[in-house]
């Protein structure tokens, strides 16, 4: 019973926290700009891909501006800027395995098209 | 039991001696946010796998501008805009969302309702565009291509007229779990909708579901973004 008491406490006072938290009248005004921002961000993208510039410069473009993109979302629709620091490393962290499979799978890849290429020779 | 409490709070002033929650957050909006990851951990796998393909058959990959190339109501090669149009919807939709969210911590019900109907309406054209999408990619265009022997008009599993069968496969699969993903956040969205019509949120004293659904519908909105830059854009 006691503890049926106090659980159901601190689940409240979590709540609470959260509610607290968002005191501030309202931020639209943020949620607005971030919406801009991400348009802008997409239209510059679907601009530029018709453009006559290098190929590899356009990929890491899209690529550097994807990443600004998911700043944003994470950032700011998530809410995760307005998190503890420390939960938004508990989620951000795990992602440095992906940036080395990504590098891994990649090599890969080229590594077997090119032996394939050479064996067609 | 009660004052022991009490008393622990007071001398405890850092998050992690215990007495609190060290993130400031509810144990089902945490839950939220690891499923999210080990989701983003899938679907990093499936488009990790068609970049390695897509590095593998460079030679033989499809052009995505060469493949989706059609406008409703307007004949010739528009290649991007649709897809565009199609990413318009999503992050106007994760805007409603979010808005659906800040009512949510204003307690204010009839803002919540009227966003979150915004966003199932915005999830719905979403759904739309993809089953047109689809539509178009596999019945294909009127030239057609020979493949194998055999004249192929738009793709299938295991050919298609626009170059190795893998890129169909990977936008299938992609795509279409990516698509998945977005009817589920369509029906969570309409049982929050259900909720908060019927005041379980004002009942309850908060609106915390609203905001677990918000980030489902936006790291599904983040996805996009990402299908986006790798399937159509690089």
Sequence with gaps: ?121 | MMSSETSLKKENSSDWDGGRSPFAMSWGKMYMWLFLVSDAFTFSSLILAYGAMRHRFSSVWPDANDVFTHFPFLHGHIPLAYVGLMTFILIMSSVTMVLAVDAGHRMNRKSAIMWMVFTIIGGFMFLGSQAWEWYHFITGTEGGKMVDGVMMHGANLTRNEYGHPLFADFFFFITGFHGFHVFSGVVINIIILINVINGVYDKRGHYEQVEKAGLYWHFVDLVWVFVFTFFYLV
Excluded at chain 1, 68 to 75: D, L, N, Q, R, T
Aim: hydrophobic share 45%.
């Design chain 1, 1 to 121: 019973m006691e503890d049926n008491k106090t659980h159901s406490h601190t689940t409240h006072d979590v709540h609470h926290m959260n509610v607290d938290d968002h005191h501030q009248p309202s931020n639209t005004k943020q949620i607005w700009k971030t919406f801009w921002i991400l348009l802008g961000i997409t239209v510059f993208e679907v601009g530029i891909a018709f453009t006559s510039l290098p190929k590899g410069l356009l990929k890491w473009t899209f690529i550097g501006l994807t990443i600004v993109k998911s700043y944003y979302i994470v950032g700011y629709f998530m809410h995760l800027k307005h998190e503890k620091p420390h939960f938004a490393w508990v989620i951000l962290l795990p992602f440095v395995l992906i940036i080395y499979f990504i590098a891994m799978l990649i090599c890969e890849g080229n590594y077997i098209g090119s032996l394939a290429g050479e064996m067609l020779k």
